[in-house]
């Protein structure tokens, strides 16, 4: 099978069958309660993205604690979903909780500064060494705000993404290489914003195509994730790719402007910070307040400069009125101070290698043409035997069954991927027992799968 090298088509189309089956028939609550959404929400779910997850119906949550899920129907899953990174710290981390409980007596939002704000801008500026912050309800708005600063201080309009990057719901970045240029990927209507006026496009680690496209000189800023993580696979830079950017930015006036919203589990500092980084701004989202909605960017001096100017009166289109509302920034404060230290990210590191260790061993195993990959306490494997330096090496939808198939094998044994690409994400409350079952099922899993 092109598409699943080394499955067995009639097993795969068996497996999907029967799994489907058995999750649809184990919740009966859950079916019931996606027939009632049906007649107030797109699709009966509540963002449109999760009727594109594995299972005929949603996974519909009772309660999240821990590394751990159960759901209206009694069953208990180990979370490796943790949403994304936005639950990278564990469902209700006792230190989050508590400075939460604390604040709602304090005031949710006020629209003035607290100490907690301070405090956090202090930190953030120490571990990414860029000085200057502000907030932002989502990772989103961090790329959209970073992106209109880069515009303001360099006098440019387009943009410049990586093939396949996902950086938020932000209009210009919805773009993707194809045979005809560049064009907004599939599922995201070309009518709104013109990619092809707005944006560039090119293949990350494509050095050669990355210096024609800033040449013109009419680029205001590179956008990138560090590592790639999109796609369902771990894409890192080859050797002195970051270096190569770096120079090639700052020759011709483009800023950079690096994204840290997937990428915070290569270290406490993020891939700024473990790959000794530099650039012009940094953004983030998802992980920063511990599951409340929340995100931040930061900037150097130069940039700062120009920004203060633009927003010295007026509000510059930048910003929403519960950014940095005080109870996002108090967890923060918990997380930055509490949560995101050494022995949180030994942890992370330790399950991360146990988890990819297994999954290595059953591709060894059976000869698999796929490979794992991880950045510090991420793990995602994807169905080409050598990791790709490009997203465009993973074709869309390549394993697309084998990933539908494995999620539900697991899921209805108790372990629970990303919906999203199958990664799989360790936190400070994750535990190694659940590392050791779900490395059991993935070995049971794709032996019932491999052709013979
Ligand atoms: N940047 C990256 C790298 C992301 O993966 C995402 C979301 N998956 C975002 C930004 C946007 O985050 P949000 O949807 O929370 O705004």
Not at 58 to 72: M, Q, S, Y
């Amino acid at each position: 099978d092109p598409v699943a090298p080394g499955v067995d088509h009639r097993r795969l189309a068996d497996l999907l069958a029967r799994e489907r089956a058995a999750w649809v028939d184990a919740r009966p609550r859950a079916r019931a309660l996606h027939e009632r959404a049906r007649a107030s929400q797109l699709h009966g779910t509540p963002q449109h993205w999760i009727k594109q997850f594995p299972p005929p119906v949603p996974l519909v949550v009772d309660r999240a604690h821990g590394a751990r899920l159960r759901d209206t129907d009694g069953h208990e899953y180990a979370d490796f979903g943790l949403a994304g990174t936005a639950a990278l710290w564990g469902h209700g981390h006792p230190a989050v909780v508590a400075a939460l409980r604390d604040q709602l007596d304090r005031g949710a939002v006020t629209l003035w500064p607290h100490e907690d704000h301070v405090w956090v801008t202090e930190e953030l500026h120490r571990r990414f060494g860029l000085p200057f912050w502000q907030f932002t309800v989502s990772a989103s708005d961090a790329n959209r705000f970073a992106l209109l600063l880069a515009r303001v201080v360099t006098g440019r309009r387009r943009v410049l993404v990586f093939h396949r990057a996902y950086h938020g719901s932000v209009e210009q970045t919805c773009a993707v290489l194809t045979p005809f240029g560049v064009a907004a990927p599939p599922g995201v209507e070309p009518n709104g914003v013109d990619v092809r006026e707005t944006t560039k496009v090119v293949e990350f680690n494509d050095l050669p195509a990355l210096e024609r496209a800033l040449e013109p000189r009419d680029v205001a800023a590179v956008l990138t994730e560090p590592v790639m993580t999109n796609g369902g696979a771990v894409i890192h830079p080859d050797p002195g790719f970051h270096a190569a950017l770096r120079d090639l930015t700052h020759r011709t006036g483009t800023l950079l402007v690096v994204d840290e919203t997937q990428t915070i589990p290569a270290g406490p500092a993020g891939c700024t910070g473990a790959l000794g980084l530099s650039p012009d701004l940094v953004t983030m989202g998802k992980w920063l307040a511990g599951g409340v909605p929340a995100g931040a960017y930061g900037m150097t001096e130069p940039v700062a400069a120009v920004a203060a100017r633009y927003t010295a009166s007026g509000d510059g289109g930048l910003g929403s009125t519960l950014a940095g509302g005080a109870l996002a920034v108090r967890a923060m404060r918990a997380v930055l101070g509490e949560v995101m230290t050494e022995p949180t990210y030994a942890h992370l590191d330790r399950l991360a290698a146990h988890y990819a260790g297994d999954v290595a061993a059953v591709i060894e195993h059976h000869g698999l043409p796929w490979h794992v990959g991880r950045l510090g306490g991420r793990v995602s494997y994807a169905f080409t035997p050598e990791p790709p330096r490009a997203a465009g090496a993973l074709r869309p939808g390549a394993g697309s069954a084998v990933r539908q198939a494995l999620w539900l094998y697991l899921a209805n044994r108790g372990v629970v991927l990303s919906g999203m690409n199958g990664a799989a994400l360790f936190s400070p409350l994750t535990e190694e027992t659940d590392v050791d079952l779900h490395g059991e099922l993935f070995g049971s899993v794709v032996a019932e799968l491999v052709a013979r």
